[in-house]
Each structure stands twice: as structure tokens, then as C-alpha cells.
């Protein structure tokens, strides 16, 4: 006994020590205690499903309970796998995920348990009361690689307060939210033999302990010709990429997937017309179309419709010029986007509105008066065929931003700088040509 003691301190004492807590609260008084776990947390703004339990690791005395209730946004199990591995469990033909293996207040003493499955914002929670010393490992059977470990010391035994282990908890979802809502970053591309450039995108994040239902990124612009190739990189979600379905088709229904869409549909040429289905995509499996025509195309992951997993192709003509500004694709076309003699010229309206701002024609001194990112200039006017625009660089330039030229992609990203003080109608004299 003492061995096991000994064993299971040193646990403690490892686990508080890569935890970080150091300070000790005296064990409580007599009675047993609840605490409580939350199973999966979720950033819905991030498309986010955070697939880990708060605390990782929890401290009872024997006799307490340990109260789970989902905190995500997605379905969970708290499951204790005793002596069986999760492949005796999954392959048991008795055995049901989605229903407890006993109700909610079992007493745990190493036995396979299961809470089935754990609804987000189902009321109440599942109980499991501990009488054991020990360390005891669970685990969500959607997700393997969500675990969990309930620490039981005997009683009077010192622990971490319920303050501090909810501290811990909070101190875990924060670091796993801002990974959830770190920005997207580019398309990578690569270029084929034929001169054409095939976009990577990605579907999801490689995180191994959340699940975010977004195309990374979610918008992409591509010329004619151009192919896309779409990657599931994580580690435990499926994905899929579905153009044009048809309405009175189910790509996924309440039995799961369609048996005839778990493979792809349709050819790897795409014209805007008939359905594109990638089929069901397990990690680093990808799926690749060729774009021949321009238009806007948004696609959806059927299986994580209900997090909005969208996306959206947009096509343009081979030659034109493609925008991005402060981080989002804006059409090049719309803004028609031309480069004469060296210089980008833009329509100042739709320019200004993708800064968030707005242009106005003086007309008297044929300028544009700009006014974004807080500040408002007067860029000089290009006249081409009757219609007066802006130069991108000069405008990017003068209301406080950076851009960039990619020749290859022939993309031009602009991105203005966060102004901290905010000059009215700072007159750019070098910009006017009057
Ligand atoms: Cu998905």
C-alpha cells in the first residue's frame, strides 16, 4: 500500500509541477466534495470544436464525485476503459456510443464505465463517484484523442482547491482559444508545367485537440485554368468538399453519410455546372478540381454544415489582376483592377469600401476624396475612357498601409496599418495633381 502511495504522490507531485500550481490548499473539511469537468469547450465564431476536458487532470479525495457537463459544441463521452482497449469496445456488437453503460452516480472502482454521449447544453450532469486511490485515465470515444485523468488521494491528503484547479481549467481553454481563433493564413500555391497554378486549401487545422469546421482559407481566387487542391489536415476529423448538390439529395443524413457519396462524385474538370463531391476525406487525403470558367463558387462540408463549414472559389479571367485587402479577397474585376504604365489603377469606391470606408468624385477639383482607416486623403484621379480612378499604391500609401505585388499569382494585397491617432482631412499634396 505504501508503494502505491508513493507511486501515485509522485504522479501528483510530477502533474502539479508541469501544471504549474504551487501552492497547496489544505485538504477541505470532512464530507465529500463534487467537482466538476468540463467535456469539450467550443468557439463558434472560430468554427471551433475544442476536443479536451478542463482540467486535464483533476484532484479528488476518495469518496468525492466528479460532475461532467459538455462546455463545447459538440457531442462527447466520458468513458473509462478498465481492461478493454477501445477496439474490444467499438467492435462489441452490444456495445452503444450514444447510451450510458450505467446511470449517471456510479461509484468508479477501475471497471469499464461510459456516460454515452454528452450533449452540449444538455441539462444536468454525469456523475462518477470515486472511492479508490488511484489514477485513472478516461478518455471521449468520438474523439481518442481527447483524455482526461481523475487523480484520487485518500483523504486529508493535501490537493489543489477547487479555486485552483478551475483556474488550471480556465488556463487550459485559454491557451487552446487562441490557437482556435488564430487568423488563416494564404492559399499556398505551386505552379504546374502548363503555366497554371494549382491553390492549396486546407480543411480544418492539424491541431490534435480541436476541431476547427473552416476551409483555411475560406475564400480563394484563382484564374481560368487554374486547379485547387484541397487537404484534410487533421488528425481525427473527416471533411469533405461538395459543389452544386443537388436539393433533393442528402449528402448526409441522420444515418450518417450517404452510402453513395462516400467517394467522390463527379470529374475533376469544373465548369460551375453539376455536382463535385469529394467524398469523405480522412487525414492528408486531398481532393483536386480544375476551375475553366469564371465565376463564384461556394462549396460546403456536408458533415459540418451545422458549423457552417463553407467556402467559396472564385474564378477569374486568366490576365486579371486579383485583390486582397487587410486579409480578405476582394474581386478584381469588381474593382476593375488594371495595371497602366506601372501603375494599379482601381475603382476609388470599391476600393475604399473593402478598407471599410468610402470614396467621393469632388468634382470641381477632380479628385477622390478617400476616407479610411481613420484618415482622410485626396488622391489624384486617373482617367481612363471617361472614368476617373485611383492609383492602389498611392491611396495604400497615403492612408497608412503596405501592399505587395505577387507577379506569379498576379495578386495585389494591400493591408492598412492601425492608425492610433486619427488626422482630419489631412490634405496629401503630393498626391494631387491640381
Ligand atoms: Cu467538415
Known amino acids: ?41 467550443g468557439n463558434d465564431a472560430a468554427g471551433a470544436s475544442i476536443d479536451m476536458f478542463f482540467p486535464g487532470t483533476t484532484y479528488v479525495h476518495e469518496g468525492d464525485t466528479v460532475a461532467f457537463s459538455n462546455g463545447g459544441n459538440y457531442p462527447h463521452t466520458v468513458t473509462f476503459l478498465g481492461d478493454k482497449t477501445i477496439g474490444e469496445v467499438m467492435s462489441d456488437p452490444n456495445f452503444n456510443l450514444a447510451a450510458p453503460t450505467a446511470p449517471s452516480g456510479e461509484v468508479y472502482n477501475g471497471q469499464f464505465l461510459s456516460s454515452g ?48 484547479q478551475s483556474a488550471t481549467a480556465h488556463q487550459e481553454e485559454a491557451v487552446l482559444q487562441v490557437e482556435a481563433s488564430a487568423e488563416p493564413h494564404d492559399a499556398v500555391y505551386t505552379a504546374n508545367k502548363d503555366g497554371s497554378l494549382t491553390y492549396n486549401v486546407e480543411l480544418g487545422t492539424p491541431s490534435a485537440s480541436m476541431n476547427v469546421m473552416r476551409m483555411v482559407p475560406d475564400v480563394v481566387v484563382v484564374s481560368e485554368g487554374d486547379s485547387v487542391t484541397w487537404t484534410n489536415v487533421n488528425p481525427y476529423e473527416p471533411h469533405m468538399v461538395t459543389f452544386n448538390k443537388p436539393d433533393n439529395v442528402d449528402v448526409v443524413g441522420d444515418q450518417g453519410v450517404n452510402p453513395a457519396y462516400m467517394g467522390p462524385v463527379g470529374s475533376a474538370i469544373f465548369d460551375g455546372k453539376g455536382i463535385r463531391h469529394s467524398g469523405m476525406m480522412m487525414q492528408n487525403q486531398t481532393y483536386t478540381l480544375k476551375f475553366t470558367k469564371t465565376g463564384t463558387y461556394v462549396y460546403e462540408c456536408y458533415m459540418h454544415s451545422f458549423m457552417m463549414m463553407k467556402g467559396t472559389v472564385i474564378v477569374v479571367p486568366k490576365a486579371s489582376v486579383k485583390l486582397t485587402v487587410n486579409g480578405k479577397a476582394i474581386i478584381g474585376t469588381a474593382a476593375k483592377a488594371q495595371w497602366i504604365n506601372g501603375n494599379l489603377l482601381v475603382a476609388a469606391d470599391s476600393f475604399a469600401k473593402a478598407f471599410g ?21 485626396k488622391a489624384a484621379a486617373y482617367v481612363l475612357k471617361g472614368t476617373p480612378y485611383v492609383s492602389a499604391e498611392a491611396v495604400v500609401r497615403a492612408i497608412g498601409g503596405s501592399y ?4 506569379t499569382t498576379r495578386t495585389f494585397t494591400a493591408t492598412a496599418h492601425k492608425v492610433t491617432a486619427t488626422p482630419k482631412g489631412s490634405d496629401m499634396p503630393g498626391m494631387s495633381h491640381s
Open 117 to 164: 454521449f454528452l450533449f452540449p447544453g444538455a441539462p444536468g450532469t454525469y456523475n462518477i463517484t470515486f472511492t479508490n486511490s488511484g489514477a485513472y485515465v478516461y478518455l471521449c470515444l468520438i474523439h481518442s484523442n481527447m483524455k482526461g485523468t481523475i487523480v484520487v488521494l485518500p483523504k486529508g491528503t493535501a490537493i489543489p482547491s477547487k479555486e485552483e
Open 404 to 407: 505587395a505585388w505577387n507577379e
Open 357 to 377: 470606408g468610402k470614396a467621393v468624385w469632388d468634382k470641381k477639383a477632380r479628385l477622390w476624396v478617400v476616407t479610411a482607416n481613420g484618415k482622410t486623403i
Open 1 to 41: 500500500m505504501f508503494r502505491r502511495s508513493l507511486a501515485i504522490l509522485l504522479i501528483v507531485m510530477t502533474a502539479l509541477f508541469f501544471t504549474g500550481v504551487s501552492v497547496l490548499a489544505e485538504a477541505p473539511a470532512d464530507g465529500p466534495q463534487t467537482w466538476s469537468v468540463a467535456v469539450g469547450n
